[in-house]
């Protein structure tokens, strides 16, 4: 509950409906765009991730072109090695030679396959990588495209409700003026709590229409409809701490 010194009068409870009136319709206006902001949001963020997955697989692309640049150094040394023995193939005469010789070209053969097959998934390794940046690129492309429309929907609802906005926001600003700041503060607190029902009025004369609850009789007392109007105090329930006013007196 919140003290209110001498209590705020009719005046000022006309002023609080209002200024939740403007609340509620600034809330219906900004709902318009709300969906569109909740998909843009997701929308950066998948780019946040797609662009981390981009470095990754620019990282990994560099990495295993280099890589392949490497075993094709190698496989071409090997084959001129190969090569060369191969042409001296006729020179070898003596038995310990030719068997060394043998040995040789057949040790320099596996290594040039093991190469062979190493370039192999290299190479396809790096079609892949490719061919998923490729993917996240497009996606990208695809997301900005997207984000841009949310955008554009979005300005132009602002565009169009603009005026409105800022009658809302004047209004607002001209009426908490006229609280002390501990009210208007708590009152715009509840606004927000209670989804735009900060103020509510009495149902059958003792019940709050904001929790359903019986009011006790020293309130019920304090809003019915007959009071003179110098007598109308706000008051507040106590269970769900929601100011109250009764109907008639909006009239």
């Keep these: 509950m919140i003290s209110f010194g001498t209590g705020i009068r009719l005046d000022k409870i006309k002023k609080l409906v209002e200024y939740q009136n403007l609340y509620n319709r600034e809330q219906e206006i900004r709902k318009k765009y709300q969906d569109e902001e909740k998909k843009m949001d997701k929308l950066l963020a998948d780019n946040a ?3 981390a997955r981009k470095n990754d697989l620019e990282m990994i692309i560099y990495a295993t072109q280099k890589k392949l640049e490497e075993e094709q150094q190698k496989k071409l040394q090997l084959e001129q ?3 060369e023995l191969d042409e001296n193939k006729d020179k070898v005469k003596i038995t310990r030679q030719i068997k060394t010789w043998e040995k040789e070209m057949e040790t320099l053969q596996q290594d040039l396959n093991m190469i062979i097959h190493q370039i192999d998934y290299e ?4 079609t892949d990588t490719m061919e998923e940046l490729n993917q996240v690129n497009a996606k990208m492309l695809e997301n900005d495209a997207k984000i841009k429309a949310l955008r554009e929907t979005i300005a132009a609802i602002e565009a169009k409700h603009k005026d409105e906005l800022t009658y809302i926001l004047e209004t607002q600003k001209n009426i908490a003026s006229e609280f002390d700041v501990s009210v208007i503060e708590y009152f715009i607190l509840l606004l927000r709590k209670t989804k735009g029902q900060a103020i509510v009025s009495v149902l059958d004369g003792d019940t ?4 359903y609850t019986i ?8 809003i019915g409809p007959n009071l003179p109007e110098e007598e109308i105090e706000l008051q507040q329930c106590p269970h769900c701490f929601r100011f109250l006013y ?3 007196w909006l009239d």
Excluded at 123 to 126: A, G, N, R
Excluded at 215 to 222: A, F, S
């Design 49 to 51: 991730t797609l662009v």
């Design 81 to 83: 090695r190969l090569k």
């Design 246 to 248: 009764y109907p008639q």
């Design 208 to 211: 709050c229409s904001g929790c």
């Design 215 to 222: 009011l006790p009789t020293v309130i019920q007392g304090e």
């Design 123 to 126: 190479t396809h390794k790096q």
